[in-house]
């Protein structure tokens, strides 16, 4: 009798012993749960240091302008349960000397009552530097907002236009709510007549706090600025003081291909309006967007620290308008189940879509990356690639940093606290790699136990979210 027959007799007898005895069967014990391996997460005590390297897949289309490469985190994986990497990386191609891309713009400036004061004045002085910027060759329309919109329609920056818009923006006077939703669809009103004559065109979103007139729900703003992107219309958000709301900008910069800024100081403003518009001229792709596919194995794919959304088999997830040699890294987690005990298994087939500026249309480029499957756990260890361990323990020692600025946030010291050193702990397992992060980290629960405020609270959880983002390989924010 093999072992699963004695196992079966016994528990059958067990059953009839306590039938007999008048008492109800004990329900069987639940099998053992499935063991995921996540060797591949965070170096163990005992691991040699990993040497291997697996080679780079690469892929550009002729003449492109992004270009895409990638490796997954080990070239074996198990049969059965078990947890992967991927990184990826694209990179716009370097700009061309002295090019430079007429932009189509819109400056949407929040005068609700609550800028009054030296936000307002910086507001102005930085509307008027940008306005001063920009060439005959540009448009510019001025959207200023409180509970009412007001709209000064898109001109060409001809010298006259230049005076008439710098002579409204030193007028400009706080008053009202915040209309957030009124003034992006009055300043995507302005920019579409024009966006046949121009490759770029861009809202820029001013605003000290929360939405109170209009639409008012995180959820309601996104779809909003996912419409306008998908109509062409770049959307950066820009989030100045204190009492803004950081994830509303966040989420919005996201669903719009552009920037968020959290500036607490309003005399930066001038510096982000400059760096905003070096952005807009120097974009080489736009409507970017990469495309997962999901094969039957992956029992789930997470793309660590960004927006995606699923249809399907495809995971799609939207990333900012690139500028010359401007980059994003990405990094995905796979929990797999494979059947298959030896030969070649595509893991993931990753494809980047975009509009290239210079040529005016749409482009895609694809790589697709593979593993081979075994039952030998050493040799899975053995091909670990040194540097997407580094990539994935950064990635999740982020999601900890994370958290910990939400605790932030909410004025949980003691479990911001907690987060913060389970961070340093990930961080830790590759202290020589990421000795950069771990600084981080400290500065922060130094700033955390040093903050006597709220306000110096809140102004820590800003600077890790700010971390953040950049430890997830966007470049985005500022």
């Known amino acids: 009798m093999n072992r699963s027959l004695l196992l079966v007799a016994a528990t059958g007898a067990l059953a009839v012993g306590a039938l007999l005895l008048g008492k109800p069967p004990q329900p069987p014990e639940p099998p053992p749960p499935a063991v995921t391996d996540t060797s591949h997460t965070v170096r163990r005590p005992e691991d040699p240091p990993a040497v291997y390297t697996l080679p780079l897949v690469s892929s550009a289309p002729e003449g492109g302008a992004v270009s895409m490469s990638g490796k997954l985190s080990g070239g074996y994986v198990q049969t059965g349960p078990s947890e992967a990497f991927a990184w990826l990386e694209l990179k716009a191609r370097a700009p061309e000397s002295g090019q ?127 419409r306008l992107r998908a109509d062409g219309i770049t959307v950066s958000a820009l989030g100045v003081g204190l009492d803004y709301q950081e994830l509303l900008m966040r989420g919005m910069a996201e669903q719009g291909g552009g920037f968020s800024g959290f500036i607490d100081d309003s005399s930066r403003l001038a510096e982000v309006f400059s760096r905003e518009l070096d952005q807009a001229t120097s974009t080489v792709a736009r409507l970017v967007e990469l495309r997962l596919d999901v094969p039957p194995e992956v ?94 323990t950064r990635a999740l020692g982020t999601q900890q940093m994370v958290a910990a600025a939400e605790e932030m946030k909410r004025g949980n010291k003691a479990k911001a606290r907690s987060l913060l050193d389970n961070a340093r702990s990930i961080f830790g397992t590759s202290a020589d790699a990421l000795a950069g992060e771990l600084a981080d980290v400290r500065t922060s629960q130094a700033a955390l136990a040093g903050a006597a405020s709220v306000e110096e609270a809140q102004a820590e959880s800003r600077n890790l979210l700010k971390k953040s983002i950049k430890n997830f390989g966007q470049n985005n924010t500022y």
């Open 100 to 226: 430079r891309v007429p932009v189509n713009l819109a400056l949407v400036l929040d005068r609700s009552g609550s800028m009054g004061g030296q936000k307002l004045n910086d507001a102005r002085r930085a509307a008027m530097e940008l306005v001063q910027r920009l060439t005959p060759e540009d448009r510019l329309a001025f959207i200023d907002y409180g509970t009412d919109v007001k709209v000064h329609h898109s001109q060409k920056m001809t010298p006259e236009a230049r005076a008439e818009l710098l002579s409204l923006i030193a007028a400009l006077r706080d008053d009202g709510s915040t209309n957030i939703s009124g003034a992006l669809a009055a300043a995507a009103d302005t920019l579409r007549p024009h966006m046949r004559e121009y490759r770029v065109s861009r809202a820029i979103l001013l605003s000290d706090g929360q939405p109170t007139t209009g639409l008012t729900r995180d959820t309601d703003l996104f779809d909003q600025v996912r």
């Open 299 to 392: 029992q789930d794919l997470e793309v660590m620290g960004m927006a995606s959304f699923r249809e399907g088999n495809v995971l799609k997830v939207p990333l900012y308008d690139l500028a010359g040699s401007q980059s994003v890294r990405v990094v995905a987690k796979l929990s797999l189940k494979t059947d298959q005990r030896a030969g070649t298994l595509a893991l993931l087939k990753a494809r980047l879509h975009y509009v290239d500026v210079a040529r005016d249309m749409p482009t895609e480029t694809a790589l697709e990356l593979t593993a081979q499957v075994t039952d030998d756990v050493a040799r899975v260890r053995a091909h670990l690639d040194k540097d997407v361990r580094v990539h994935a």
